[in-house]
């Protein structure tokens, strides 16, 4: 089966507006935090771009260590 909009892959390509609405944070915090290393990400140009997998690892040890930016997200959970 081929990935679509409605299966994601976890190979999966987000832009800054995708990660934004995934986290819930505006897309001007994901830019700064991209722009600084605080995220992984990959500059395409002039275009940031994000892999689903990556960030959903990231998110998990964000979210375990304590870290205060995601304390809207653990309620999630």
């Known amino acids: 089966m ?3 909009e409605s299966t994601p892959s976890d190979g999966e390509i ?10 819930r944070l505006k897309p001007q915090t994901v830019y700064r935090w ?6 992984p990400a990959v500059k395409l140009g002039k275009e940031w771009r994000f ?3 990556i960030i959903d690892r990231w998110l998990e040890e964000q979210m375990l260590s304590g870290n205060p930016d995601f304390e809207h997200l653990r309620e999630l959970r």
């Open 2 to 4: 081929r990935p679509t």
């Open 14 to 23: 987000l832009t800054i507006e995708e990660v934004a609405s995934y986290l």
């Open 34 to 39: 991209a722009q600084g290393s605080r995220i």
């Open 51 to 53: 892999r689903r997998s």
